[in-house]
């Protein structure tokens, strides 16, 4: 003779509670052992960051062609001082570009000639030792990656260095434009812009 095991319905809802009690303390005991995200520091762009002083450096990227190619310094400058501040680049490659970030306020770097560089050492996907010049910290070394104009910096390279087979022809036009243009065209600004900041 066999003997069936009895059940009642509460003791099949306290079975039911226990396992449901069991199972999401062994479920949200996972997030004891896994670190909050906010709670590590972590660069989420691809330049580099950085204060000196009163500046705050900030995404700062080098976007060229190639090796011995120009670039351009694309990134953002914040003043937190009381005073305009100039802001000098430098590199391996020669002087680059100045830049004037007011007051309480940021500068953007990118297609502006301001913030470009004569001669980038360095291959894409390399980084570079960037010389950045304050009147309040002197000279400071950054080490920022160099990126192809590719993808988001697709328009922050900088203009390619004229070839001898890349130069105008020099003969005449036979027929000369002889209707002006009724509309003036409008250009982006070359220089950086500058943003308030409280």
């Known amino acids: 003779m066999t003997t069936a095991l009895v059940t009642t319905p509460r003791q099949r809802l306290?079975?039911?509670l226990a396992a449901a009690a069991l199972g999401s303390t062994l479920l949200g005991g996972c997030a004891v052992f896994s670190p909050m995200q906010t709670d590590v520091a972590y660069r989420a762009a691809d330049g580099?960051?950085?204060t000196f002083g009163n500046l705050d450096v900030r995404g700062l990227?080098?976007?060229?062609?190639?090796d011995g190619q120009s670039g351009n310094i694309t990134g953002q400058l914040v003043n937190t001082g009381n005073e305009d501040m100039d802001v000098a680049f430098a590199s391996e490659g020669g002087p680059g570009g100045k830049v004037t970030v007011?007051?309480?306020s940021s500068v953007s770097l990118g297609e502006g000639g301001s913030s470009s560089l004569p001669t980038v050492k360095a291959e894409p996907g390399d980084v570079l030792q960037l010389q950045v010049t304050t009147p309040g910290t002197g000279q400071n070394l950054?080490?920022?990656?160099?990126?192809?104009?590719?993808n988001y910096y697709k328009g922050y390279a900088a203009s390619p260095s004229p070839s001898s087979s890349d130069s105008p022809s020099a003969s005449p036009s036979a027929s000369p434009s002889a209707s002006p243009s009724a509309s003036p065209s409008a250009s982006p600004s070359a220089s950086p812009s500058a943003t308030p900041t409280s």
């Open 14 to 16: 306290r079975a039911t």
């Open 48 to 50: 580099e960051n950085a």
């Open 61 to 66: 990227v080098v976007v060229s062609r190639a």
């Open 102 to 104: 007011p007051r309480h």
């Open 142 to 150: 950054l080490t920022v990656p160099v990126l192809p104009p590719n």
